[in-house]
Nanobody
Framework: QVQLVESGGGLVQAGGSLRLSCAAS???????LGWFRQAPGKEREFVAA?????????YYADSVKGRFTISRDNVKNTVLLQMNSLKPEDTAVYYC?????????????????WGQGTQVTVSS
């Protein structure tokens, strides 16, 4: 089993920055770790992902490219999401997820373990 705990969410003004962290425990192997978000009335969507092996390839949704950066700490089993130039439309509950089987890196259905989520609110 894999346990994921997100932290770092909160309130921030538009244009500001916020850093989310996800601490993983239990099963150590994952093909990738990803961040997803869900706004009220909308479906959960892909934000960013990073592979756990090799140098750590990164993937981003077009809406966050150039603003968000995903990184990993293999020793601490932690993945970070640095969010800059935040916009009100970034407001959502952000979820950390782990993919322990083969599948699409950016596909929601490919991930089988999920955290409880952390609220990010961006004011205008």
């Amino acid at each position: 089993q894999v346990q994921l705990v997100e932290s770092g969410g909160g309130l921030v003004q538009a244009g500001g920055s916020l850093r989310l962290s996800c601490a993983a425990s239990g099963r150590t192997f994952s093909y990738s770790l990803g961040w997803f978000r869900q706004a009220p009335g909308k479906e959960r969507e892909f934000v960013a992902a990073i592979t756990w092996s090799g140098g750590g390839s990164t993937y981003y949704a077009d809406s966050v490219k150039g603003r968000f950066t995903i990184s990993r700490d293999n020793v601490k089993n932690t993945v970070l999401l640095q969010m800059n130039s935040l916009k009100p439309e970034d407001t959502a509950v952000y979820y950390c997820a782990a993919r322990t089987r083969r599948g699409e890196v950016v596909g929601i259905t490919s991930y089988d373990y999920w955290g409880q989520g952390t609220q990010v609110t961006v004011s205008s």
